[in-house]
């Protein structure tokens, strides 16, 4: 496995490559659910590049950036240990008073884009920059991060860029819980009390499957589930983040976002 620390070098060691690129870009503090991403990226494509830079830009004035989990070491070894060929270290990716990307001013600023306002700017931004550094065949992205994905792929349509979006399912722990790297953050309480948000999307799901689609009543079965949890949404929408009123059966994705203690989580299923 090849490390590369800048764009200049990354270029340098991709220009003298054939065939097709896959490309997983993470902020690091990997799991198995990074490793689904790289492991299908090792399996489609001649080369994989991975990169891992905690982005700034998409974190806000108050989110502590620096407290995010940082594990140099046992990601380089797990890089290694899928057969990564080029992983992708960057200290910065930014000098002053740059261009940058503004997230759409709807689908950019609800659900996520209400509690975290301007984060999708930078994620798209970093996306954008990772994606013409890197200039993969595909590139793959967690179905976890819902709205991120589906603003990764209006991206990639509004600006023609020349890349398959390659979505991924969510990968879990046995007892529910979806792998995040925030999850290092919760005590053995707090991990049990997060599994009620795996736990309510179990329930809407079975609910749909005994043909009960009425958003409201679903929400309402979800949030009593939830309590005592800090719940800032539960959304029902379409793949295009159109909130509604009855399940559309291949159309829907459900989500949650809530606080555990101070750690904040989120999770969805799609239907
Ligand atoms: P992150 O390092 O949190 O920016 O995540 C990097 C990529 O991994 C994103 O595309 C995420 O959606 C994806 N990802 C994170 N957690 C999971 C998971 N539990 N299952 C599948 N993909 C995930």
Partial sequence: MIIARSVDELRTILDAKNGSIGFVPTMG?????????????????DHVVVSIYVNPTQFLAGEDLSKYPRKEEADFKICELCSVDVLFYPQSMYEND?????????RGYILEGASRPGHFDGMLTVVLKLLNAVRPTRA?????????????????????L???????????????????????????????????ISGALRKAVEMVMQKNTN?????????????????????????RFEALNEVILGDTIILIAARVGTTRLIDNVWI
Avoid at 29 to 45: F, M, P, Q, V
Avoid at 98 to 106: D, F, L, R, Y
């Fill in 98 to 106: 740059e261009i940058s990307i503004k997230a759409p001013n709807v």
């Fill in 140 to 160: 793959y992205f967690g179905k976890k991060d819902a709205q991120q994905l589906g603003l990764i792929q209006q991206m990639v349509s509004n600006f023609y």
């Fill in 215 to 239: 958003a409201e009543e679903i929400q309402k079965a979800m949030a009593e589930i939830l309590q005592p949890l800090d719940v800032e949404y539960v959304a029902i929408v379409t793949r």
């Fill in 162 to 196: 020349d890349v398959e979006i390659v979505p991924m399912e969510t990968v879990r722990e046995n007892d529910g819980l979806a792998l995040s790297s925030r999850n290092v953050y919760l005590d053995e309480f707090q991990r049990k009390e997060a599994l009620k």
């Fill in 29 to 45: 503090a990997l799991h198995s659910g990074h490793r689904t991403l790289i492991d299908e990226a090792r399996k489609c494509n």
